[in-house]
């Protein structure tokens, strides 16, 4: 598979080109009712950051997900401020109503704050309950459909 000159096999700058075209073909579909690429940064909190806080920063709500763990606690944690008194866990019917409430009450959509070792679907979960009560014009999430046979 490798070639005499070359280091890297050769299928592999097939699949590198496939993907290049790929992101080209789909950033250049004109149709408006395809979906809308997008991607989700995580935040990067600096370990020395020393500043204070602003006086609002106890005000926010922020929305956790925490890795799995070995006694099967559930992965979300709603708490009110960045440095908040530690809660419950709470698992995803559980978090909904209370993002519910929260958005009945007027409060600013909850920061989502994900654990570097947290799971994929566990932050996307986060994501879609947040967004259904505080919804945006950009709502990219992957969800499973059902097709019929």
Known sequence: MATGTASA??????FVDL???LIIAMTQIADPNAPELG??????IERDA????PAAAGEAWQLR????SRDGA?????????????VE????????????????SGMAKPLLAPHEDSRSQDLLDAAAAIAEEW????RVLVGRRLVAR
């Open 39 to 44: 991607e989700m940064s995580l935040p990067r």
């Open 9 to 14: 096999p050769s299928w592999l700058f097939s």
């Open 65 to 68: 997900v925490h890795p799995p």
């Open 50 to 53: 020393t500043g204070g806080l």
């Open 135 to 138: 919804p945006d014009r950009r």
């Open 19 to 21: 993907a290049f075209l």
């Open 74 to 86: 559930s992965p979300f944690e709603l708490i009110r401020g960045p440095i908040g008194p530690r």
């Open 89 to 104: 866990r709470l698992d995803e019917a559980t978090l909904r109503e209370r993002l519910h409430e929260l958005n009945g």
